[in-house]
């Protein structure tokens, strides 16, 4: 009986099949839109600040030139990659690379890795904010096909405004002696659980 436009309830009043979602599905999309639009661009800006401050020509760069910061945030999504990974259950069998997946097996998808893969990627354990994604492969981060990531366009829009008021606001990023950044332990997010940071002003 519930109205309105707004995604939830859209789920709440969706069907698949003739049969709406029960509570753990809807739980389920909740929880995981709500990490995805929270938990995953925050790490995605901290991890990126974080990896910048260690290199300060790249991030005068962005200064000098702002035109730079879109590609910058390719580059800090491919390299933070806040979800670590994703499970998905084969439809049908198929061979990847002279192996056999099973129909009804369970594939686990580690994007970190596929955003590693020197098979891709030119100098793929090296953060490059100049990386011509032109001529190497897009980024898995925000993962392929019907499963892309909804606020895909959200997160990068937030990542650049985040740039943009950084490296205007800010001359320069470091950490504070004996006190480095902390990451917090899971399988699933990655991600700064602390960051101490000194800022510099303009």
């Known amino acids: 009986g519930c109205t309105g436009t707004d995604l939830l309830t859209i789920w709440i009043n969706a069907e698949i099949n003739g ?70 259950t084969a439809t049908r069998d198929y061979e990847l690379h002279g192996k056999v997946i099973k129909e009804g097996q369970q594939v686990g998808l580690t994007y970190p ?13 090296t953060f490059n904010i100049f990386r011509d994604f032109s001529k190497e492969a897009k980024h898995l981060s925000f993962g392929l096909g019907p499963h892309f990531c909804l606020g895909s366009s959200l997160a990068r829009l937030e990542i650049r405004q985040s740039l943009e008021e950084m490296t205007q606001r ?33």
């Not at 839109?33 to 020509?57: F, H, M, P, W, Y």
């Not at 890795?113 to 354990?125: I, L, T, V």
């Not at 332990?185 to 960051?195: E, I, N």
């Open 113 to 125: 890795a596929g955003n590693r893969d020197p098979r891709k990627f030119k100098d793929p354990h």
């Open 19 to 88: 049969e709406k979602l029960d509570e753990s599905q809807l739980l389920f999309e909740h929880v995981l839109l709500n990490v995805g639009g929270a938990e995953t661009t925050r790490s995605a800006i901290a991890g990126g600040l974080e990896r910048l401050s260690n290199d300060q020509k790249q991030y005068d760069a962005l200064y000098e030139d702002p035109s730079l910061i879109p590609n910058a945030v390719e580059e800090i999504l491919r390299w933070v990659c806040p979800f670590v990974n994703m499970y998905r």
């Open 170 to 202: 800010v001359k320069r990023i470091s950490s504070p002696e004996g006190k480095p950044p902390v990451y917090v332990s899971s399988s699933f997010v990655r991600g700064l659980g602390s960051y101490p940071a000194i800022l510099e002003p303009r």
